[in-house]
Nanobody, 122 residues
């Protein structure tokens, strides 16, 4: 069992930056692939970024275009999402996710956090 607790969301102006954190409980954190999804108002949840358990491979949603960076610290049972050059369309609830399957489809996710709200003002 893994519990995920996101933090770091808030209100930021367009062009600004935020760093989201996800703290995980459970001794097997380092064996999970970790990722971030988001859900904007009235839209479906979408994949943002993911990193394999080894930390060697990452992937990003097409809309990221070099603005976001995912990282993890297995010693701290944590994964992070550094978001730069934020746009109003990045406004969403951001969810931390854990999976054993190395796939970033929603039905492949084993555990979800409760989410943290990011609001980007124009």
């Amino acid at each position: 069992q893994v519990q995920l607790d996101e933090s770091g969301g808030g209100l930021v102006q367009a062009g600004g930056s935020l760093r989201l954190s996800c703290a995980a409980s459970g001794r097997t954190f380092s064996r999970y692939d970790m990722g971030w999804f988001r859900q904007a108002p009235g839209k479906e949840r979408e994949f943002v970024a993911g990193m394999l358990w080894s930390g060697r491979f990452t992937s990003y949603g097409d809309f990221v275009k070099g603005r976001f960076t995912i990282s993890r610290d297995n010693a701290k049972n944590s994964v992070y999402l550094q978001m730069n050059s934020l746009k109003p369309e990045d406004t969403a609830v951001y969810y931390c996710a854990a999976t054993y399957r190395s796939r970033w489809a929603e039905d492949s996710i084993d555990y979800w956090g409760k989410g943290t709200l990011v609001t980007v003002s124009s």
